[in-house]
């Protein structure tokens, strides 16, 4: 007797292979059926752990992701975009200021609260002490999944220790992607089609000054494994320069609104530089007021639009910033549960609100709606632009909607 059961149950174990040789798509099903048929004691126990068969499940049909490890198919229904995390005000996470086991702590921190790019400023490669602290947090972090990314301040924001001596910058870094392959990522340069405040320099543009120290030349000598990623403003001027005379040199942008208060045109700014530029696209994400806000006598964001923002830059870029408060709850909730459809659904929700809120009119009761004129008046032009683009007939090469918002 048990000699027949011995064998029914390995003729079961042999055609339970042959399915799954032969019939791949049916493989969550049949593991199911394995558990019960080679697992009897599910048959009796009133608490079957279906939620542990499912996970079992999702493991086993799970596929590799470009870093080889393993994604269940729960989390395929997100992309899991990249996050990086701008010079934060938080000094336990200023990696560039920490040493030995601190940095190494830290770093592993960033990583397990879902962090992949850091990004710090860098004022002059000559100076002895800022070599030092790069090697050192290259040097660490060549050892992690971490990758950095240097910040060159441009004239609206450098001081009298910030070098532009571009073929410098680009010698120094080919020389530490060599060093560092793993941790040394590339370099972005802030506020690159901004405008200058100050009056002790005679380029109103930063786009202007670029042009005029010939950074294009000294791009032609960047490894392909230094990447490139300036930081563009959707208001900013002069940004159809960067798409004659930049865009081959260029890997990917880093993307901010001067008018991130409002983000009922967010997706639409963020779909047509897009198609603009062609390439992989990080939005910064504001969970705090910028210096250029508080001089207006703005609040700091509120929860619900962060939430939005993040609603919409996660569906519509290749990557998040987060501008320096990561201890912002919103953002910490948001590294948390970012896979989760609950929360997903939440701040799609909050992203409806926010933009009804923003669509009512200036007259209504909404703070939010009454910003300053600059904003007001580019939302009408982005508005305008994507009209035009969307109604431009199929196979129709129109560009007059870019002149618009590249002037």
């Known amino acids: 007797m048990k000699v027949a059961i011995l064998v029914i149950f390995l ?9 799954i040789a032969f019939f ?3 493989s969550n099903v049949l593991f199911i059926l394995y558990h019960v048929v080679y697992d009897p004691l599910h048959l009796l ?3 079957i752990d279906h939620q542990g068969i499912i996970q079992e499940t999702n493991a086993q049909s799970g596929i590799k992701n470009g870093n080889n490890s393993l994604t269940t198919s729960r989390q ?3 992309e899991d975009i990249t996050v990086g995390l701008w010079t934060p005000m938080n000094n336990s996470f200023a990696l560039q200021h920490l040493e030995g086991e601190d940095q190494k702590e830290a770093i592993d921190t960033l990583l397990n609260k879902g962090y992949q790019e850091y990004y710090y400023v860098m004022n002059n490669f000559e100076d002895p002490k800022s070599l030092k602290l790069t090697e050192s947090l290259l040097k660490t972090a060549n050892k992690t999944n971490l990758k950095i990314i240097i910040i060159l301040l441009p004239p609206s924001e450098g001081g009298s220790d910030t070098s532009y001596d571009w073929h410098g910058w680009i010698r120094y870094f080919n020389s530490l992607e060599k060093k560092y392959p793993s941790s040394f990522e590339g370099f972005t340069i802030d506020d690159f089609n901004w405008i200058s405040t100050k009056t002790n320099t005679k380029f109103k543009n930063n786009i202007d000054f670029m042009e005029y120290t010939m950074l294009s030349k000294s791009l032609e000598h960047k490894s392909k494994d230094v990447k490139f990623y300036p930081t563009i403003y959707f ?6 320069i960067i798409v004659k005379k930049y865009n081959n040199f260029i890997d990917g942008l880093v993307v901010a609104s001067g008018c991130y208060y409002n983000i009922s045109i967010l997706e639409r700014q963020l779909d047509m530089f897009s198609e603009i530029f062609k390439k992989p696209m990080r939005y910064i994400v504001y969970p705090t ?7 207006l006598d703005y609040s700091p964001p509120m929860d619900r639009l962060i939430m939005a923002t993040l609603s919409i830059a996660s569906k519509s870029s290749h990557g998040l910033i987060v501008w320096r408060d990561l201890d912002n709850p919103v953002i910490q909730e948001h590294m948390r549960y970012r896979h989760d459809k609950q929360y997903l659904l939440d701040i799609s929700n909050s992203k409806q609100a926010q933009i009804k809120e923003e669509m009512m009119d200036t007259n209504g009761k909404s703070k939010i709606s009454k910003l300053h004129t600059g904003c007001s008046n580019w939302a009408k032009k982005y508005n305008e632009a994507y009209d035009k683009w969307i109604n431009s007939p199929k196979g129709e090469v129109d560009d007059k909607w870019k002149k618009t918002i590249l002037h």
């Open 11 to 19: 003729f079961i174990g042999i055609f339970y292979s042959l399915l």
């Open 24 to 26: 791949p798509s049916y």
């Open 45 to 47: 126990s009133k608490n």
């Open 76 to 78: 395929l229904n997100t």
């Open 235 to 240: 208001e900013g001027k002069k940004t159809g």
């Open 289 to 295: 007021i910028t210096y250029n806000y508080s001089r």
